[in-house]
Structures are given as structure tokens and as C-alpha cells.
């Protein structure tokens, strides 16, 4: 202690000590420990004016420090390593400050630089130099590079510093991949992080840096995965896409879930049908994530597991096709620019077209962006061109559906009129061929919410509700012989066999 209080001492009062360059070989090794030693020395960065000779000293012998470990051989002697673990944890190890801004938004706001970093990016650095030297032994380092110190790194990935993330993301892998014995423990620890992000707290700097580590962690999973691993994957990583700051590590996030599903494709249809679950209802730009993750999904994906996906999978497509916000229906459109998808629905055109028509159909007249529509005309010509019998049978179906729908509006339209001109039962029974106390039972009974009670003989109904409205319809086109001439009136004949089965399939 009294060999650290002079160190001390000496770099208050701005004397440097010898340099490696100027020492004799056999005293570099205790000026690396005394120089280990000075460095634990802490200055106050946040103000400006005080101990500037004493800051630069220390910046100085950091440098030599780099340089000394990264150029010279047998320098990690076994007394070495708890001098090097205690400086380092003197230098970075620190409750970090709460964020200056309360409202912090990492993708708007520039984030807090730590103030002390001219000597803490040169600690990072000897770090990882230390840990990339040939003679690091981690058989002597485990007893200071322990799951304690693993700990305190964590907590230092919620740094807003993302100088000081990057270097961290980098030891930590380099520690993962020395020490085996740490590995279950890391990997254990990233969880509880992810679980506290998730379900806890909504906010951690650092999500982007231990994905980036777990992309290469997974990567290296021997096969078959243990369950724990898929437990990971379906309980923390899935869930994972909930998050409201999902912008800032989605990138990682989406490449962890295809090194899964490359390790092992049983585990797509899970994982395709949890996307699904947590699907955004309401932001866009999340849903152009989600569909910018389906297509490196798609891009891995085996045939096999296609099949078991593809149903819920276009519906969603379908949707998002059929998405107001250009962007979404574009990003969804550009699945068609992919040659394996289009090879993938080539070969289940059966089931994919019908899903997809409508939404496509309806969309290439009515969408207000051109740009989308030129797209959606597009992949028509290309779903086309895969099945033309299919695609005349659903265009013919889509516009007897479409037919079908303006009859039951039109005969909707009619009741209203001769309730709102003020007549009565007899007038509606008329101009829907349907005997009256059948139109009376029909709108009484939704009028008292399913239950028939008290029928009048005559008079007009108080109110039609839509439920009444809709049985009424159901009645007036199941059989052509109840038409009345009135009904006939409605200008679109309901006589058509192909248009009443659409339409009883539809309503009921």
C-alpha cells in the first residue's frame, strides 16, 4: 500500500515514470506492475481545469501499457493477472449515471458520451489486448475473470455510450470464447437481461450488443439443440418483437431467429406462427420489420415447412397487401420479387391464390397509391401466368361475390325506404315476397335481442336493427318463387343460383 501511495504521489505531481523504451529488460516487469498500479489513480473529467498534466501522465502510460502488451512476449506472468484485473476494474467498473434526458429516445436524441473516456477507451483496449495476447492463459485468469466480473461487464451495456457498447460486445465474446466454464453462466445471464428488458423495465442500451453475441453464439450450437436453447428462442427471443424500441436491434434480433431455424428447420413453423401472434396492429413501421423478417425466414425456409405455414402466413400477407400505408402493402408486394418465394408459391399456387385474390383483386381498383397499384398488377400477371384456370375461376367467383354484395346492399336499401316513407309490415312483406308474420318475426325477435314476444298483427315496426336487416335478406333470396315483381324492382336480379349459394355462404 505504501508503494501505491508514492505511485500515487508521483502522478499527482506530474512525474512520469520511466518508459518501457528506457528501462532495462530486467526491470520492465516490475515498471509494468508499478505502472498497473498508477493507472488505478481516478480523475474527475467533469471538470475541465483541474489535474490536467496528471489526466495526460496517466493517458500516456495507458498507451505505453497498449503498446507494451500487444508488442512484447512473456509479459502475463502469473502475478500479472490480479495487477491487470485490478486496474481494469478500478477504471470501468462504476454505477452508471441515471439518463440526463428522462425522455431519452435513442433513435431521435444524441445519446450521453461518458466523459472519461480519453482513459477509459484506452483501458478497453488494453483489455482486449490483453485477452487477444498468445500467452493469455485462462487457466490463471479464472480466478479473476469470474462470474462477479462477468456480472459488472453486463451492467455496463446499459452505458448510452455506444463507444464504450462496442468495445464491451467485443471482450465479452472474447471472455465467452476463452473461458468454457463461463459459458452457461453468460448465456444464462443475457437471458435475465432480455426477460427484465421485456417484462420489466422497457428500456437497456445495450440489446443490440448481446444479440450481435448471441448470433455468433448460436452459430456455433452443436446439433441437436437442447431444449434449453429452443426455450430461448420461443420465450425470450419471440417475444422480443414486442418491444416498443424494436427499431434499434431488430437487425440483430432478426438474425439470431435464422441462425435458429438454420441449425434446425423443425423449429419455422413455431417460430413463424409466434411472429404472427405478435404481429403490430397499429405501427408501420414496425409491420415493415415483421415482413422484412418473414422474407429472410422465407429465404432459409424448406418446402416441407412451407406447407405448414402458408395458410396463416398469406393471410397475413394478405393484409398487409391490403394495407393503406404504402409502405407496408410495398414491402409485402416485394415478396414477389423473391425467386425462391416465387418458386415456394409456384408450387402451392393452389392454396395461396385463393387466399391472396381478393385482397389483390380489390386492391388493383381501388387503392389510392399508383405506385402500388402498378405493383399489385404485377404480381396478378405472375400469379396468372402460374395457374390461369385457377385465376379465371376465382376472378368469376370474386365478381359474383362482388355482385352479391350489391344485391344485399340494394335490398337493404329497400327496407329502409318503405320503413323510413312510414308504411308498415304489409308494404315490406310485399316488396320482399315473404309472408308478413314472417317479417314481423324476424324484426321483433331482434328487437328484443333473440327473443319473440307479443307480435302486433299490424302497424309498422319501431326500428329495423342490422341483424334483422340481415335476416331479412337471407329470407327474401333463398328462393327465386317468393320474388315479388316489387323485389324485382331492386334493378339486379337475385334469381341467379350461383349468386343466392354465394350469398346464403356468405351471410350464415
Not at 491487470?84 to 434526458?101: A, C, K, Q, Y
Not at 429452443?230 to 427471443?237: D, Y
Not at 418483437?241 to 439470431?256: G, P, R
Not at 400477407?317 to 393503406?324: D, E, G, L, T
Amino acid at each position: 500500500s505504501s508503494g501505491l501511495m508514492v505511485l500515487a504521489i508521483t502522478l499527482m505531481s506530474g512525474c512520469h515514470l520511466l518508459l518501457f523504451a528506457d528501462a532495462p529488460s530486467t526491470e520492465q516487469q516490475d515498471l509494468f506492475t508499478q505502472k498497473l498500479q498508477q493507472c488505478c489513480m481516478l480523475f474527475d473529467f467533469m471538470d475541465t481545469v483541474t489535474d490536467l498534466k496528471s489526466k495526460e501522465i496517466k493517458r500516456a502510460a495507458l498507451n505505453e501499457l497498449v503498446d507494451y502488451v500487444s508488442t512484447n512476449r512473456g509479459v502475463l506472468t502469473e502475478a500479472a493477472y490480479p495487477e491487470i484485473i485490478n486496474m481494469v476494474g478500478t477504471n470501468i467498473f462504476r454505477t452508471l449515471p441515471p439518463s440526463e434526458n428522462p425522455d431519452f429516445d435513442p433513435e431521435e436524441d444524441e445519446p450521453t458520451l461518458e466523459a472519461s473516456w480519453p482513459h477509459t477507451q484506452l483501458v478497453y483496449e488494453f483489455l482486449l489486448r490483453f485477452l487477444e495476447n498468445p500467452d493469455f492463459q485462462p487457466s490463471m485468469a479464472k480466478r479473476y475473470i469470474d462470474q462477479k466480473f462477468v456480472l459488472q461487464l453486463l451492467e455496463l451495456f446499459d452505458s448510452e455510450d455506444p463507444r464504450e457498447r462496442d468495445f464491451l460486445k467485443t471482450i465479452l465474446h472474447r471472455i465467452y470464447g476463452k473461458f468454457l466454464g463461463l459459458r452457461a453462466f453468460i448465456r444464462k445471464q443475457i437471458n435475465n437481461n432480455f426477460l427484465r428488458f421485456i417484462y420489466e423495465t422497457d428500456h437497456f442500451n445495450g440489446v443490440a450488443e448481446l444479440l450481435e453475441i448471441l448470433g455468433s453464439i448460436i452459430n456455433g450450437f452443436a446439433l441437436p439443440l437442447k431444449a434449453e436453447h429452443k426455450q430461448f428462442l420461443m420465450k425470450v427471443l419471440i417475444p422480443m418483437h414486442t418491444a416498443k424500441s424494436l427499431a434499434l436491434f431488430h437487425a440483430q434480433l432478426a438474425y439470431c431467429i435464422v441462425q435458429f431455424l438454420e441449425k434446425d428447420p423443425t423449429l419455422t413453423e413455431p417460430v413463424i406462427r409466434g411472429l404472427l401472434k405478435f404481429w403490430p396492429k397499429t405501427c408501420s413501421q414496425k409491420e415493415v420489420m415483421f415482413l422484412g423478417e418473414i422474407e429472410e425466414i422465407l429465404d432459409v425456409i424448406e418446402p416441407t415447412q412451407f406447407k405448414k405455414v402458408q395458410e396463416p402466413l398469406f393471410k397475413q400477407i394478405s393484409k398487409c397487401v391490403a394495407n393503406p400505408h404504402f409502405q407496408v402493402a410495398e414491402r409485402a408486394l416485394y415478396f414477389w420479387n423473391n425467386e425462391y418465394i416465387l418458386s415456394l408459391i409456384e408450387e402451392n399456387i393452389d392454396k395461396v391464390l385463393p387466399i391472396m385474390f381478393g385482397s389483390l383483386y380489390r386492391i388493383s381498383k381501388e387503392h389510392w397509391n399508383p405506385t402500388i397499384v402498378a405493383l399489385v398488377y404485377n404480381v396478378l400477371k405472375t400469379l396468372m401466368e402460374m395457374n390461369s384456370v385457377l385465376f379465371d375461376e376465382l376472378t368469376s367467383s370474386y365478381k359474383a361475390e362482388r355482385q352479391s354484395k350489391e344485391i344485399q346492399e340494394q335490398i337493404r336499401t329497400k327496407v329502409i325506404e318503405i320503413y323510413q316513407s312510414g308504411k308498415g309490415y304489409k308494404a315490406i312483406s310485399k316488396a320482399l315476397g315473404l309472408q308478413r308474420t314472417t317479417v314481423r318475426g324476424i324484426i321483433h325477435k331482434w328487437q328484443k335481442h333473440g327473443t319473440v314476444v307479443n307480435l302486433p298483427k299490424s302497424g309498422r315496426p319501431t326500428k329495423i336493427t342490422p341483424r334483422a336487416q340481415r335476416q331479412l335478406i337471407r329470407e327474401a333470396t333463398k328462393d327465386p318463387r317468393t320474388t315479388s315483381k316489387e323485389l324485382a324492382s331492386v334493378k339486379v336480379s337475385v334469381h341467379d343460383s350461383t349468386i343466392r349459394k354465394r350469398l346464403g355462404k356468405q351471410l350464415f
